[in-house]
Each structure stands twice: as C-alpha cells, then as structure tokens.
C-alpha cells in the first residue's frame, strides 16, 4: 500500500476513486448486498497502491460518534485494514468510535484497540473510546 487519502463524503474525488468499486456486483456482494452510500457527513479513508484503490473505510460522524461501517479491503488483506483503521483512529483520536464490522475481521479491528459491543450472525458491532 503506497498511501491512504483522507477525502470529505461529497468530494468529486471520492466518486471517481469508487465508483468502479461501489457498483461492481462482485463487492457489493461481499458487502452482502447492502449499498454504499455516502453524505457531507462523512469522512472517506482510501487506500491505495501504485494509484489503484485497494481498500477504503467511510467514517460517519452522527452527534459525538464517529461510525465506522461498510468499509472494503481488496482480498480482505489485514494489513490494509489495519493501516486503515489506524488513520481514521488517528484522525478521531480522544472520540468515541463505533464499528459495524465483518465477523472475520474482529481479530484485526481488537489488535487497534476496539472492544467487542455485540455479535450479530455476520457481524459484530465494536467500541473505542
């Protein structure tokens, strides 16, 4: 991974970086069908390697909670998600984060710092504060 780009929800940058991604069925399918989508309150975390998008993150900020959910990392590699996770825990450091994450990816999501919150079949919703 050669840099992670911070970019607001509604940047013209950020729809050209995904666009290729967020509608290839093949992504929305690992992302179990569920859509990805975006606004001015959010903050994208991409990632790229030699100019291609590997992974990216959204944070959504609702009242004091900064969300983490509907990320993706080209062939679940642990070492984008965690470069990712580190950024935006950089970025929204001393705020109370919340996760929504894929249950295979717990294990990367505990070795940042975040704490289990709840377990749902696919999912497990986690905390740092």
Not at 61 to 90: M, P, W
Not at 94 to 107: D, I, R, W
Request: charged share 25%; glycine share 4%; aromatic share 12%.
């Amino acid at each position: 991974m050669d840099q992670i780009i911070q970019l607001k929800g509604t940047e013209s940058l950020l729809y050209q970086l995904l666009a290729p991604l967020v509608m290839n069925p093949e992504i929305l399918k690992k992302n179990n069908n569920y859509p990805f989508k975006t606004t001015d309150d959010f903050t994208w975390f991409v990632a790229q390697k030699n100019k291609r998008v590997v992974g990216f993150m959204p944070v959504e900020q609702r009242g004091n909670d900064f969300i983490i959910n509907n990320y993706y990392v080209e062939d679940d590699e642990c070492d984008v998600l965690k470069n990712l996770i580190k950024q935006a825990s950089t970025v929204f450091s001393g705020k109370k984060m919340l996760a929504v994450v894929l249950a295979q990816h717990e294990p990367v999501f505990e070795d940042c710092e975040f704490s289990l919150e709840k377990r749902w079949t696919l999912y497990v919703k986690m905390k740092k504060e």
